[in-house]
Structure formats: structure tokens, C-alpha cells
């Protein structure tokens, strides 16, 4: 009582080697993934970044995550035992099972999420984008209205938070009509700091660029 036996244990090392563009036993692999997103941007006359540049996107932006967490590696078992393993910062995923007889442990699978990581990410840029646009010309708008202003300092601060790029021409273009009302300059600060991040993670992005394709001279 009170002991625990070991019974099996596995080195990941080769695992974790698995590169981006192959994924062992899982689906949908990553071609298919990348052809079905320039697919999508053409539809919507967008044009789609090259493999490189989505690697160098998700990299210097981070992960793209809607519900975990800050650690870098997640595991789970579910019901039948099987093992997931999330290790977050190389972005792949590992499936295991005991073997039947429970001597070792059997790899499903391996999965490099960077490319569909990456997707994700320039997707919701993207979305974001377009939503901050429109609540930034409904803002422009409901500034005209000294009743409204209110309303269009609200939506000033969630266009800024979605396109940071826009706090220039917010602050040029609406500083007359709404500078006196509560928040703006906390929202206009704001706004120029996320955008000098932004503009720090393209210059980052840009040198990673430069050094992919030096490494594939």
C-alpha cells in the first residue's frame, strides 16, 4: 500500500525529432492542410503566405491556443487509457497506449501542429482585421454625435485591440471629437504600445525569413 510500481517507461527523444511536414499516423497531414488553406484565401481573393512564412508567423507570435494554458507540456488519459501528451512550445502532439500486456507502452501517433498552429493564427488575423475595420468606421460615425460618443470610444478601444495599426489614424482622424471623453488616452496608449509590438514581431518575422533561406542555400 501506499507504493507505486513502475512497469514501463519510454524516451521521447526520437518522437519529439519528428519534423513539421510529416505526421506519423495522423490526419489531416500537413500538405493537405496547407492546400486547403490557400484554397480558402484565394476564394476570398487574400493571398495565402508560403510555408515559410507561416512557420516564421507562429514562431514569433506564439501559440495559437483557444483553451490551454502557460505550461509547456499538457498530458490527459482518457477513458481507455490512451495517453495525449501536448508539448506545447515544439508544438507536437503524442498519442500512447499501454501495450496489451501492459509491459510497455505503444505509440499511436505524432503529430507537428506548427503549419495548422500557424494557419489558425493567420486566419484570425485576418477575421480580426475585418471586424476591427468595421467597428472602426462605425466609431468614425458615432463620434459625429455628441450623444453617441460614448458608444464610439467603446468601439475604438475593441477596433484597436483586434488592429492595433489603426491608433494613427484614430488618434489623426477622431482626436478633435473624442479626446475629452473618458478613456481615450488610456485606449490611444494602449494602442500604440500593441502596435510597436506588432511592428517588433514583423521585423522578427522578417529576419526569420532571411535565415530560412539562407539555410536552404
Not at 489558425?120 to 472602426?136: C, R, S, V
Request: hydrophobic share 35%; aromatic share 6%.
Amino acid at each position: 500500500r501506499g507504493m507505486l510500481n513502475l512497469k514501463s517507461c519510454r524516451s521521447l527523444e526520437i518522437e519529439l525529432m519528428v519534423p513539421p511536414n510529416v505526421s506519423v499516423n495522423s490526419t489531416p497531414e500537413a500538405g493537405n492542410q496547407y492546400k486547403a488553406y490557400v484554397k480558402q484565401l484565394s476564394k476570398a481573393r487574400i493571398s495565402p503566405y508560403t510555408e515559410d512564412e507561416l512557420k516564421a508567423l507562429v514562431s514569433v507570435s506564439g501559440n495559437h491556443r483557444k483553451d490551454g494554458g502557460e505550461d509547456e507540456i499538457q498530458a490527459s488519459i482518457d477513458d481507455r487509457f490512451n495517453l495525449t501528451i501536448d508539448f506545447v512550445k515544439a508544438r507536437k502532439l503524442l498519442l500512447y497506449n499501454p501495450d496489451e500486456g501492459g509491459g510497455g507502452i505503444k505509440m499511436y501517433s505524432v503529430r507537428d501542429y506548427t503549419l495548422e498552429n500557424a494557419i489558425a493564427l493567420h486566419i484570425d488575423k485576418i477575421n480580426q482585421g475585418n471586424l476591427a475595420e468595421k467597428m472602426y468606421a462605425e466609431a468614425k460615425k458615432l463620434a459625429g454625435k455628441r450623444s453617441l460618443r460614448g458608444k464610439a470610444i467603446r468601439l475604438l478601444k475593441l477596433a484597436l485591440k483586434y488592429k492595433p495599426s489603426l491608433v494613427e489614424e484614430a488618434e489623426d482622424k477622431l482626436g478633435k471629437k473624442l479626446s475629452d471623453e473618458n478613456g481615450w488616452a488610456e485606449i490611444i496608449k494602449q494602442g500604440r504600445d500593441d502596435y510597436e509590438k506588432e511592428k517588433q514581431q514583423e521585423e522578427a518575422r522578417k529576419k526569420m525569413l532571411e535565415e530560412m533561406k539562407k539555410k536552404k542555400k
